[in-house]
């Protein structure tokens, strides 16, 4: 069995960091994720890095001066993109808690804004019907993955 290879070294970023990364399978160096490649050292800063801005999500979708900015339920730019976006950032949480929270409160927000104001006009998937669907219908459960759907939305790494 031959080693498999990932090499970015020919293709140096702005900041100079490259990375080869090499694994017994495909599957193994697919796999990796950010955590497996990571030096601890850097690595504890940056879990430190990623709390503050899950807190920082989750405060942002609890504080009604900040959702009052919301006004349709749409996926683009209203309550069904909030409620994927912070499905996305639960489900890769390292304390999901507070996101998962703030994921009931923004499910209940976009239910709330549909009541109030009504699905919009267009049936479109990002500022109509079919993406707030898609929303609605794929309401995560409990250790639940994301659905795949969403890819187009570019909220994974």
């Given at each position: 069995?031959?080693?498999?290879?990932?090499?970015?070294?020919?293709?140096?970023?702005?900041?100079?960091?490259t990375?080869?990364?090499?694994a017994?399978?495909?599957?193994?160096?697919?796999?990796?994720?950010?955590?497996?490649?990571?030096?601890?050292?850097?690595?504890?800063?940056?879990?430190?890095?990623?709390?503050?801005?899950?807190?920082?999500?989750?405060?942002?979708?609890?504080?009604?001066?900040?959702?009052?900015?919301?006004?349709?339920?749409?996926?683009?730019?209203?309550?069904?993109?909030?409620?994927?976006a912070?499905?996305?950032?639960?489900?890769?949480?390292?304390?999901?808690?507070?996101?998962?929270?703030?994921l009931?409160?923004?499910?209940?927000?976009?239910?709330?804004?549909?009541?109030?104001?009504?699905?919009?006009?267009?049936?479109?998937?990002?500022?109509?019907?079919?993406?707030?669907?898609?929303?609605?219908?794929?309401?995560?459960?409990?250790?639940?993955?994301?659905?795949?759907?969403?890819?187009?939305?570019?909220?994974?790494?």
């Amino acid at each position: 069995m031959s080693r498999k290879f990932i090499d970015c070294r020919a293709f140096p970023s702005e900041m100079n960091c490259t990375i080869a990364l090499s694994a017994d399978s495909e599957a193994e160096l697919l796999g990796m994720d950010f955590q497996s490649i990571t030096h601890p050292d850097d690595l504890a800063h940056d879990q430190e890095m990623m709390r503050t801005a899950e807190r920082a999500l989750a405060g942002c979708i609890l504080d009604p001066q900040v959702t009052s900015l919301l006004t349709d339920a749409s996926l683009c730019h209203g309550w069904a993109g909030v409620v994927q976006a912070l499905w996305r950032a639960a489900s890769d949480a390292l304390d999901p808690g507070p996101l998962q929270a703030a994921l009931r409160t923004a499910r209940r927000g976009m239910e709330d804004q549909l009541t109030r104001i009504g699905p919009p006009a267009s049936g479109g998937l990002l500022e109509g019907t079919s993406g707030i669907q898609l929303a609605q219908n794929d309401l995560p459960q409990a250790g639940s993955e994301p659905p795949a759907w969403d890819a187009c939305l570019l909220l994974t790494m």
